[in-house]
């Protein structure tokens, strides 16, 4: 499995941006699809993730100003609305079975 991210780059305070991801081999055993987001120095922390089933889950940093959408088999995006400058990271889609699949990461930064 190859996540593959889209999307990213710079907005300002209180603005929107959105994040695709896209899937390619194997994703039948595919559980949860997501997004994680990481700074130098920190842990890697989950952003929000998607079921098969459409059930979501979100950080609680992000509750309320981002939405996950699965919006095809082997495709979902994050859109971001009220940007925060501590929402600037390196955003990571990932895919869950067995194991965790990565994407290369975008980066999203919020000038203040």
């Known amino acids: 499995v190859q996540p593959a991210e889209s999307g990213g780059g710079l907005v300002e305070a209180g603005g929107s941006l959105t994040v695709s991801c896209r899937y390619d081999?194997?994703?039948?055993?595919?559980?949860?699809m997501g997004w994680y987001r990481q700074t130098p120095g920190k842990e890697r922390e989950l952003v929000a993730g998607?079921?098969?089933?459409?059930?979501a889950k979100y950080g609680d940093s992000v509750k309320g100003r981002f939405t996950i959408v699965m919006n095809a088999r082997n495709k979902q995006y994050l859109e971001m609305n009220n940007l925060k400058p501590e929402d600037t990271a390196t955003y990571y889609c990932?895919?869950?079975?067995?194991?965790?699949?990565w994407g290369q990461g975008t980066q999203v930064t919020v000038s203040s």
């Open positions: 990932y895919a869950e079975s067995d194991q965790t699949y």
């Open positions: 081999g194997r994703l039948f055993d595919i559980k949860e």
């Open positions: 998607i079921g098969r089933r459409g059930d």
